[in-house]
């Protein structure tokens, strides 16, 4: 019920009598009378609801005018809630409380208009707290929902093959899980503790289960860092201690290379700095090798002049019919070719091929004549040719009978046998 100001005092309900023209100031709600006291017209009935007697009249009237007006602002508020759907969740109560103020208020208007409209609020905030209710619910259940996406997915990174987590992708996955719990819990619909405490318990014991297996990676991976760390550091120490073989440690090298090679990788950090003191300790033997090998390009690039110089000069041998002179020439070339030295290696298949040319010449001038000598071979062609000739003059006298007769057929077949004969004569030579 609404407090009266200092000096307002209440009085009772009593039937509203003939002198209400005598009042001092009234309106169709209330009036004032003599003594300053304040009456609301309810019905047939008129109520005081307090004294004003430190005040005018229409001062007294104003002061519970103004009560009503905001028993009446309230109840406007209220609808205008109401209908929009953004009346709080204890909406009832509200109408309830407001409907308990508005029994017998210290207020002056049309009570009766303002508690129809409380009444009709009733049945509409009914059903919109059934609304609410059912909206909260269904919150809950999807910020339950998300919360079980949530542990689903930590579930899921924390259950993944050691061998193909990625350890600070997945961490930081786990970091934004968290996040977005916290976010959830303080910001989302609340869902029942028992439910959320499960959750969370399934959400900890995964990223725990991270976290452990992420210690215990490292801490083996530390372990193997520590034992490479040491295979490889001997390594390097012995092919530093190679530097001053130069080119002769190579071999070595390639050796310790094998062993750098089963000795395991550390982190790639710490394996790219060992690797780089192996690589400098190998470079000193190849750049030393290097030094070697354009000295040696260096020789053999005036070799390879001469040797041109020589083929040039070796070049009429191709002409030459007589294997003797051949022979004698190819072996002055030899030798000289072979003091000449080695050229370099993109040009040595070009030398090596025209010298190879006149060698080939040469040999095939002496085959040629070891088989016109070789008496074994002379023996055989020279008996051969005999029996050629008699067949060729026996052959040559059924041709001409064949043409003497007019044997057509014969004669062809005298003179094709006949010309078979000639032609392997001539293969035979003299």
């Not at 303002?114 to 269904?138: C, F, H, I, P, Y």
């Not at 959320?196 to 725990?208: C, G, I, N, T, V």
């Not at 201690?241 to 290379?257: E, N």
């Amino acid at each position: 019920m609404g407090q009266c100001p200092v000096g307002v005092r209440r009085l009772p309900r009593r039937q509203v009598s003939s002198t209400v023209s005598e009042a001092t100031n009234e309106t169709p709600w209330g009036r004032v009378d003599e003594n300053r006291t304040v009456y609301v017209r309810e019905g047939d009935t008129e109520r005081a609801v307090g004294e004003f007697p430190d005040g005018t009249s229409e001062e007294a009237l104003a002061y519970f005018t103004r009560k009503f007006a905001d028993l009446e602002g309230q109840v406007t508020l209220l609808e205008q809630r109401i209908r929009r759907g953004t009346a709080p969740a204890d909406v009832s109560d509200t109408v309830a409380k407001l409907q308990a103020q508005l029994v017998e208020p210290a207020a002056v208007g049309d009570l009766a208009s303002l508690r129809d409209r409380v009444e009709k609020l009733s049945g509409r905030a009914e059903e919109l707290t059934e609304k609410q209710r059912a909206e909260r619910e269904a919150a809950k259940q999807e910020a339950a929902a998300q919360r079980e996406s949530i542990v689903t997915e930590a579930e899921r990174l924390a259950a993944q093959p050691e061998s193909s987590i990625r350890w600070k992708e997945t961490g930081q996955a786990f970091e934004q899980l968290f996040t977005d719990w916290q976010r959830a819990q303080k910001s989302g619909p609340q869902i029942p503790k028992s439910q959320a405490d499960a959750l969370w318990k399934r959400f900890r014991a995964a990223r725990q289960s991270f976290d452990s297996a992420r210690r215990a990676h490292f801490a083996q991976m530390d372990a193997n860092n520590r034992d490479v760390k040491q295979r490889k550091e001997r390594i390097i120490g012995a092919a530093e201690a190679l530097a001053p073989k130069g080119a002769d440690g190579i071999p070595a090298y390639r050796t310790l290379l094998d062993e750098w090679k089963a000795a395991g990788r550390a982190s790639r950090k710490l394996d790219d700095q060992l690797w780089a003191r192996f690589k400098a300790a190998g470079d000193v033997l190849f750049d030393a090798k290097k030094s070697i090998d354009a000295q040696a390009d260096e020789e053999q690039v005036g070799n390879l002049a001469a040797k041109q110089a020589l083929l040039d000069e070796a070049q009429p041998l191709l002409q030459e019919s007589d294997h003797a002179v051949a022979r004698k020439r190819l072996a002055e070339v030899q030798r000289r070719w072979d003091e000449i030295g080695r050229v370099p290696r993109e040009s040595l298949r070009e030398v090596e091929g025209r010298l190879r040319r006149i060698e080939d010449h040469v040999k095939g001038l002496e085959e040629e004549h070891w088989r016109r000598t070789n008496p074994e071979t002379k023996a055989r062609s020279e008996g051969l040719r005999g029996q050629l000739e008699s067949s060729i003059a026996e052959l040559e006298a059924q041709v001409n009978a064949a043409r003497a007769s007019g044997d057509r057929r014969a004669l062809e077949e005298a003179e094709g046998a006949l010309q078979t004969q000639q032609s392997w004569l001539a293969a035979i030579g003299d």
